[in-house]
């Protein structure tokens, strides 16, 4: 299994961006089809974006497309989420997400929070 740390959450205004990243210990990053989920307060976790392991394929919740981009740099062991034109409802913690074969790991979360 991998290990997870996600950094880059923050308060930001409405119509703004940032940038999350998550990064990955171990050698066998690159076959680890990687997502991002959040969870807003008082709602389930959901889905926002997933990238397989060359990142020639990215798939993405209908209410974050064309506004966020996933992306992952193998070298560096990261998978990264740009967000842009933030909304108040994208407020929630993120997390990052490594799916294997046979098992998967959950990061601890970065929180996001977008004013208006």
């Known amino acids: 299994q991998v290990q997870l740390v996600e950094s880059g959450g923050g308060l930001v205004q409405a119509g703004g961006s940032l940038r999350l990243a998550c990064a990955a210990s171990g050698r066998t990053f690159s076959t680890y089809v990687m997502g991002w989920f959040r969870q807003a307060p008082g709602k389930e976790r959901e889905f926002v974006a997933r990238?397989?392991?060359?990142?020639?394929?990215?798939s993405y919740a209908e209410s974050v497309k064309g506004r966020f981009t996933i992306s992952r740099d193998n070298a560096r062991n990261t998978v990264y989420l740009q967000m842009n034109s933030l909304k108040v409802e994208d407020t929630a913690v993120y997390y990052c997400k490594a799916e294997g074969l046979d098992n998967s790991s959950w990061g601890q979360g970065t929180r996001v929070t977008v004013s208006s």
């Open positions: 990238i397989w392991w060359s990142g020639g394929a990215t």
